[in-house]
């Protein structure tokens, strides 16, 4: 990750309705967006920013940029980052949610050849607080502080930043994974870069039920990384055979001989919070009941400190 | 989306994969005109499992019997799910059976080859000896004969069973699946193969680009229990009872109605986001109380979601919770960067106004109902001083009788005090224009609060209460 206050930020799909209100709002908040991409409105101006209809365009009228935000429609939203890629871009943010998986998993093998860095789709994005907003996460509720926060979606991830800002804890950095059921970048991958993070004292890791991603970082947790981590998982009551919205709730496909990946650490069911809390919880890694308990924790972990191995 | 057997043999036909001479029976009354050979095979065609030892499959060698099973079947519920369509199909002599399957995998991010020597009805023994492959690089049939030789496969079958899984990885691709399967993939004693049963799972995020598939998914019975939505998501188990209502809604990328689930509880949840909602469910549950229905209006990453699609989903969403007659508190939970709450206050207040005459209709009796204005608050002192901040009072009611008095207006046609009980909302807001949402709702007895917790709190405290 190399993100900076002056970061040359493009939009692609500003003119959708989700990308025109947020390209005018990380505008306003001094993220340095430069120009964005849509089709068909090449040499229009949005919110007093320059539109191309291809990037090559942006970058020849802007210079390079350091990170790409998409907010196309799903179906496009792949054929942008490839579009970014081969611009040169290796730093590629798809906040639209609902992209074919299938699609992403082209684009993940792209991005791991050309060591592109892909956050998303179904992301709130990035936020530094006070220096740079990439996505879709209310600012006023962040400030800047000692905690890294690690999400999935959106606004599940804002309510914990609230929490946290009415607490007077600050965040560093925060961010969301994403909600799709592939995403470009794992827990895993964000709990090494903010364990090497010099901002980060502390981290807190939001989940979710559906998938394996907080089976893996607590592994991962437990085997590489020094800083305290406190976690959060929402779904402990989530009805089983209820629709709730995010394709990362859905098993990836249910094979009628059952699914041979399916390994859970504490022989809970798969995919549930009951799962992921106990594996969590075999990590070693406090886990809270409830969103407002997370402040005192991570409290408790910054008196203690560095994580004793 | 589960596609149906006789769906998933159509794409296997299509793509070159050898299925059975098969018919299509929509009655019973079909058989008369079979045109395939006695003895044939008759399977129900639903999406659950289990279909042979649930009855659903019969072998049959005259007229007179297939037409009485097909009697049989056609009213023949499977896990809930009753036929519209039977497959008549010729019987086979296999000597072998395989597993076959192209899935998905989250945690690879890659497409998968899954087989198993030991296909057929017994799962267990299918699992065993499954044998999987990677496809980590643009797919090429060398990945396929992995497979084979990884499952055990010798000589001519090699080839064939190959070609088989090549062609599997193409339906995949090509038609955006989460799941091929092909199980068993029967093998006679001339070494050819022949796909037996199939499963095909069709990818709901991608299917608005198949209008093929669009067609057939119509087809498909919607199955009782399922709630609507259309972001193609379901929570474990839901894979089986999804509705194939939702797919419509994903039609050229309009955003279709909300989600909206039903419970056994007597609150009314709505929330924006998925993992919101279910923290907010978690909380109702941790508070002591119980959903009677939740609503998920949708996150803030939908990229064609307006503002005013927005308001309106959660017109809808406010709507559906009102009519439900089990609900006796309301709690609405929004927080987002891009919320207009003075919108979303006058759309919550519009709800409410509009919504009276449906709620006399629903309502218990005033006499069964405790009268909910007074002392709620310490009744549940002890509770919600953990939270600390309850101070305002009864301020957590919108009890219908009280708002006739303050405001007649409200509910033109009620020209006495209604016997019906009260349904209380209250509202959780943030962002720096909150008064104007507090003021405009504080009329309506409608708190507004900032805080998730205290609003979830409160909710059930009132709930608990009546």
């Not at chain 1, 249910?254 to 106990?278: L, R, Y």
């Not at chain 2, 690879?108 to 699992?127: C, D, F, I, K, P």
């Not at chain 2, 209006?297 to 969403?317: E, N």
């Not at chain 2, 709620?376 to 009280?402: C, K, M, T, V």
Request: glycine fraction near 10%.
């Amino acid at each position: 990750m190399n993100l900076k206050p002056d970061s040359k930020v493009l939009v692609q799909g500003i003119t959708e309705p989700l990308g025109s209100i947020h390209a005018a709002r990380m505008k306003a908040g001094g993220t340095n967006v430069v120009a964005g991409v849509s089709p068909g409105h090449g040499s229009e101006k949005l919110h007093d920013i320059p539109v191309f209809d291809l990037i090559e365009q942006a970058l020849s009228a802007v210079g390079q940029v350091d990170v790409s935000v998409i907010f196309s429609a799903p179906f496009e939203a792949c054929d942008c980052a490839f579009e970014a890629i081969a611009a040169g871009i290796r730093q590629i943010i798809i906040i639209t949610e609902g992209v074919p998986p299938l699609d992403m998993v082209r684009l993940v093998r792209k991005a791991e050849a050309t060591e592109t860095l892909i956050v998303g789709p179904g992301t709130p994005g990035i936020i530094i607080p006070g220096k740079l907003l990439l996505g879709t996460h209310p600012a006023d509720f962040y400030t800047k502080g000692p905690v890294g926060l690690l999400g999935r979606s959106g606004t599940l991830t804002y309510e914990i930043a609230l929490e946290l800002t009415n607490a007077g804890l600050g965040q560093s950095i925060a961010l969301g994974i994403g909600g799709d059921a592939i995403v470009g970048s794992s827990f895993p991958q964000w709990l090494q870069i903010l364990d090497e993070d010099d901002h980060t004292e502390v981290i807190v890791l939001v989940g979710e039920i559906g998938g394996f991603s907080e089976e893996a970082a607590a592994k991962y947790i437990s085997e590489a990384i020094d800083k305290p981590v406190i976690a959060y998982v929402a779904g402990r009551h989530a009805p089983k055979g209820k629709r709730l919205g995010h394709a990362g709730n859905l098993i990836a496909a249910q094979i009628s001989a059952g699914n041979p990946d399916k390994v859970s650490p504490s022989g809970a069911d798969p995919e549930t919070a009951q799962s992921k809390i106990s594996a969590f919880k075999q990590a070693k890694i406090p886990v809270a009941d409830r969103p407002s308990q997370i402040p005192e924790l991570v409290k408790k972990a910054l008196k203690h400190g560095v994580k004793k191995k | 989306m589960d596609l149906l057997e006789y769906q998933a043999k159509e794409l296997f036909r299509d793509m070159g994969i050898p299925v059975l001479p098969s018919q299509r029976i929509d009655r019973p009354s079909d058989l008369k005109g079979l045109k395939i050979p006695y003895p044939v095979v008759l399977k129900s065609q639903v999406r659950a499992g289990g279909r042979g030892k649930a009855g659903g499959i019969e072998f049959v060698t005259t007229t007179i019997d297939a037409v009485a099973a097909a009697h049989r079947i056609f009213n023949l519920s499977i896990m809930g799910e009753y036929p519209q369509v039977l497959l008549a199909e010729a019987k086979y002599n296999a000597l072998q059976e395989l597993y076959l399957a192209v899935v998905l995998d989250r945690a690879e991010r890659r497409a998968v080859l899954l087989g198993s020597s030991q296909g057929g009805t017994s799962t267990e023994s299918a699992m065993e000896k499954m044998q999987r492959v990677v496809v980590d690089e643009d797919f090429s049939p060398f990945y396929a004969r992995r497979l084979t030789q990884k499952m055990g496969l010798r000589s001519k079958v090699v080839i064939s069973v190959s070609d088989i899984i090549e062609r599997m990885y193409r339906l995949f691709v090509e038609q955006d699946l989460d799941l091929v399967e092909i199980n068993p993939l029967g093998i006679n004693p001339s070494g050819e193969v022949m796909a037996l049963d199939g499963k095909v799972t069709v990818n709901d995020e991608a299917i608005a680009r198949h209008p093929d598939l669009l067609q057939l998914a119509e087809k498909i019975p919607t199955v009782e229990g399922s709630g609507a939505g259309n972001d193609g998501a379901a929570i474990a188990t839901a894979t089986r009872n999804e509705p194939v209502s939702s797919i419509s809604s994903c039609l050229g990328g309009s955003l279709g109605a909300p989600h909206f689930s039903k419970l056994d509880g007597n609150i009314g949840i709505i929330c924006n986001g998925a993992a919101l909602t279910m923290a907010t469910l978690d909380l109702v549950y941790l508070c002591g109380g119980k959903p009677a229905c939740f609503a998920n209006i949708g996150g803030d990453t939908r990229w064609d979601l307006t503002p005013d699609d927005f308001v309106l989903r959660l017109t809808q969403a406010l709507n559906l919770t009102i009519a439900d007659a089990s609900v006796k508190a309301v709690a609405i939970d929004i927080i987002g960067s891009a919320i207009d709450c003075n919108a979303v206050a006058a759309a919550i207040a519009a709800c409410v106004q509009q919504s009276g005459r449906s709620l006399d209709r629903s309502i218990a009796p005033a006499s069964s109902v405790t009268k909910p204005l007074n002392g709620w608050d310490s009744h549940h002192n002890g509770f919600l001083n953990g939270f600390g901040e309850i101070s305002e009072g009864p301020a957590l009611n919108f009890d219908l009788r009280q708002a006739e008095s303050d405001s007649a207006s409200l509910f033109s046609e009620s020209s006495q005090p209604q016997r019906h009980g009260g349904i209380s909302l209250i509202v959780r807001l943030c962002g720096t224009d909150l008064e104007p949402a507090k003021k405009s709702l504080a009329p309506l007895n409608i708190p507004v609060v900032d805080s998730l917790e205290e609003a979830i709190a409160r909710a059930v405290a009132y709930a608990n209460k009546i």
